[in-house]
T-cell receptor, first 112, second 114 residues
């Protein structure tokens, strides 16, 4: 089955700097790659996703890039703010009707 | 819309006790699933359902049962609780076959088994 790995496991950045979180996946048939943000005591919430027919997608300060050849995708957060501090999960699936496989999560800390 | 709701928020059980974690969604989603979240392990799929009357096992199904009698509800049953089932449990739902596979998560149930 699919295996999703996330690196690093923790990341600390200064407010205003950029943060990049990388994930790799194993199944070349995967074609849907969402990113979830989990704040303390809450359930994960989708922040951005990308499909395999697209190389990059942006939404204000966040962007996701996908390299299908290398089987990795990355989350980019620019101009980080303290409220970006959370656990971020990447995931992969083969699209509709398919299960999501999650990475282990990364704790992002934004220092004021 | 209330989205995905879960009850209870917290629960303490003794080893061997049984209980049901409730999950409901009001978005008419076909797909519903249960995950457990443990430190350093991410989110692991327990069971899932693609519609009423249809359920299947995920990555870690042992010790858990599910049923899906309606589109809205997807309860998770612990038959005989064990300390290894101490975890935070999340229910999620989504549409199937549309242009989006966004899964919406509930707020979670924190379970402690003594």
């Amino acid at each position: 089955g699919e295996n999703v790995e996330q690196h690093p496991s923790t990341l600390s950045v200064q407010e205003g700097d950029s943060a990049v979180i990388k994930c790799t996946y194993s199944d070349s048939a995967s074609n849907y790659f969402p990113w979830y943000k989990q704040e303390l005591g809450k359930g994960p919430q989708l922040i951005i996703d990308i499909r395999s027919n697209v190389g990059e997608k942006k939404d204000q300060r966040i962007a996701v890039t996908l390299n299908k050849t290398a089987k990795h995708f990355s989350l980019h957060i620019t101009e980080t703010q303290p409220e970006d501090s959370a656990v971020y999960f990447c995931a992969a699936s083969k699209g509709a009707n398919s299960k999501l496989t999650f990475g282990k999560g990364i704790t992002l800390s934004v220092r004021p | 819309n209330a989205g995905v709701t879960q009850t209870p928020k917290f629960q303490v059980l003794k080893t061997g006790q049984s209980m049901t974690l409730q999950c409901a969604q009001d978005m008419n989603h076909e797909y519903m699933s249960w995950y457990r979240q443990d430190p350093g392990m991410g989110l692991r799929l327990i069971h899932y359902s693609v519609g009423a009357g249809i359920t299947d096992q995920g990555e870690v199904p042992n010790g858990y049962n599910v049923s899906r009698s309606t589109t809205e509800d997807f309860p998770l049953r612990l038959l005989s609780a064990a300390p290894s089932q101490t975890s935070v449990y999340f229910c999620a739902s989504s549409y199937i076959g549309s242009s989006t596979d966004t899964q919406y998560f509930g707020p979670g149930t924190r379970l402690t088994v003594l």
